[in-house]
């Protein structure tokens, strides 16, 4: 039983040398190590099925607790918050006109209203300058046609 004692405490101290002092993760490789020595030790001597069940369920608690204090946690969890408003639709710009404010080929910027948005040509490529008119909407990304294509298909 004395093993078991002296394993949990030098796991304890290297657990501890590991969050205070960041490494490459010795110590807690050691730690670990010696948790799982503990735990093998006193399976191997206790004798009884319920002292080895709650030694490994007290391993496990250890590890994850240990993991989630260590410096290194921070790499794996996210800790930041996301912040802002969702995306809202742009079904309210469907059929208006805009202006090409890049050469769409397919894919280009248009302006509406002083507002910049991504934009897809349907059709040919849209030259920068030329007006544009937004013939469907999916989510974020609006597909569009030239203005002179749609009148030339109305009139021929």
Not at 146 to 155: A, D, T
Request: hydrophobic share 50%.
């Amino acid at each position: 039983m004395e093993w078991v004692i002296g394993l949990v405490v030098l796991g304890i101290i290297l657990a501890t040398i590991e969050i205070f002092i960041p490494g490459i993760g010795a110590f807690a490789l050691l730690s670990f190590l010696s948790f799982v020595a503990a735990t093998i030790v006193l399976m191997i001597t206790a004798n009884n099925i319920a002292v080895s069940i709650l030694s490994i369920g007290i391993l496990i608690l250890l590890l994850v607790a240990f993991i989630a204090f260590t410096r290194r946690a921070k790499d794996i969890f996210l800790r930041t918050e996301v912040s802002g408003q969702p995306s809202q639709s742009l079904t309210h710009l469907l059929d208006s006109e805009a202006v090409a404010y890049t050469v769409l080929r397919p894919g280009g910027t248009i302006e509406q209203n002083g507002e910049l948005y991504d934009a897809i040509a349907q059709g040919n490529i849209i030259q920068k300058g030329d007006r544009v008119k937004i013939v469907r909407v999916n989510h974020r990304k609006l597909f569009v046609r030239s203005v002179r294509e749609l009148e030339e298909e109305r009139e021929g």
